[in-house]
């Protein structure tokens, strides 16, 4: 609608600036008067006080108009921003980090203290843990004897880059090492939210259910690798290994996956050999 | 769930970019593979724009359609979750469009002198 006159502007051309987000337009209006007469006048909102209409209809010219501007704007470009500035703080100080995501009680945290337990002479690992509520799960690898900061989200169900930032400032990772970033359980909403990590892991139990990975299709389509747990259970549980396998292929067919039991060690070796050869190739990267 | 941080996150940008003017309409694009509910998102709008300037406003949502390239044959498929099977047989898919998370456009109000 035209700003001063409320004619509509559908076929006058709008100039957007995409880097202030405002839009401009020039209006080129064709009005027809009571008495007949048709005039054409142009104008832009600018001009509004020193624009002089010379005919009655400008008195009742609407005083308050709508005015569109166009934005354009990513609804998570914020998040995205600080997380590409993680990103590169992880780079600059050759820190490995990697966005652990399941549903609550996958065993995240038990794969985790026993990685840090077996890899802590090879590699230094630190841990951003994030829960609703209690610093428990922190508490759990504070006595594997690691660097740990708790986030508490209160409400929220999956961290941000925000709060990776804030929890980085507190944690101080020492240079070359490994950042663990356990996530609020679920399988939905951490998807979404980049935190800058290298690579997300998704951990699937075998006491859920194996069409979890096209149930949830985003978590297991955003994430570079699956770590199946709790196969020292499977002789107790109704869970079909191959048909798991299948449908994380199906929602992600570059997808690699890992067999673990954190109580048993099954399986552990494949998972630290992908983190070391992860970590060599982060570090070639870096000093390349 | 996570609408609710969602609806906040336009709510602010919005915000910053009225610059003190009242807000009367919002445009959104949500793509269907989003992972976003726009019911969702509309039912937490009323809520969050409560002492805005974005309150009363109303709130349009596009919902844009998934649409993927096939890596195999370069067949374009529709899809209506964020994975799927080529005609070719095929699995390896380059989504295209359907995640879209935008705010397209606002109206605000202003006064004319």
Redesign the interface.
């Known amino acids: 609608m035209c700003v001063t006159c409320g004619c509509s502007d559908d076929a006058d051309g709008k100039i957007t600036n995409l880097e202030t987000g405002e839009t401009e337009h020039n209006h080129h209006h064709t009005h027809t008067l009571p008495d007949g007469t048709v005039i054409t006048h142009s104008h832009d909102h600018h001009d509004h006080r020193n624009h002089v209409h010379d005919h009655e209809t400008s008195q009742i010219h609407a005083k308050i108009h709508g005015t569109t501007i166009s934005l354009e704007q990513e609804i998570l470009g914020k998040n995205n921003l600080i997380a590409a500035q993680n990103r590169g703080w992880f780079k600059g100080r050759n820190i490995l980090a990697l966005n652990l995501m399941s549903s609550p009680g996958a065993g995240k945290t038990t794969l985790l203290t026993r990685t840090i337990n077996d890899l802590k002479h090879q590699l230094p690992i630190s841990v951003i843990e994030g829960d609703q509520e209690t610093i428990n799960d922190a508490q759990k690898i504070k006595e594997t004897g690691c660097k740990v900061v708790q986030i508490n989200t209160g409400t929220g169900c999956h961290l941000d880059a925000s709060m990776i930032e804030r929890g980085l400032q507190q944690l101080n990772p020492p240079l070359n090492s490994v950042l663990m970033i356990e996530n609020v359980g679920n399988l939905v909403c951490p998807a979404l939210f980049d935190l800058g990590e290298q690579a997300k892991v998704v951990i699937l139990s075998v006491t859920e259910g194996e069409d979890k990975p096209i149930k949830y299709p985003h978590m297991f389509r955003a994430s570079e690798m699956m770590i199946l747990t709790k196969i020292d259970l499977l002789p107790y549980v109704q869970f079909d290994v191959q048909r798991c396998i299948e449908y994380a292929q199906q929602v992600n067919p570059q997808m690699q996956i890992f067999q673990v039991s954190a109580t048993t060690g099954a399986g552990l070796d494949t998972w630290y050999k992908w983190l070391t050869a992860k970590v060599m190739n982060y570090s070639n990267f870096i000093t390349t | 769930?996570?609408e609710l941080?969602?609806t906040q996150?336009?709510v602010a940008?919005?915000n910053e970019?009225a610059q003190g003017a009242k807000v009367?309409?919002v445009v959104?694009e949500i793509g269907k593979l989003s992972?976003i509910m726009p019911e969702a998102i509309n039912f937490c709008f009323d809520i969050c724009t409560q002492g805005t300037f974005l309150e009363g406003a109303t709130l349009e949502i596009i919902e844009i359609p998934g649409l993927a390239r096939c890596r195999q044959c370069g067949a374009e498929i529709a899809i209506d979750?964020?994975?799927g099977?080529c005609q070719c047989g095929s699995?390896?898919l380059d989504i295209l469009t359907g995640e879209e998370?935008?705010?397209?456009?606002?109206?605000?109000?202003?006064?004319?002198?």
Do not use: S
Not at chain 2, 104 to 112: L, P, R, S, T, Y
């Open positions: 769930m996570h941080g969602i996150n336009i940008i919005v970019y009367q309409r959104v992972a979750k964020p994975f099977i699995v390896h998370l935008k705010i397209k456009e606002i109206e605000v109000e202003e006064v004319c002198v």
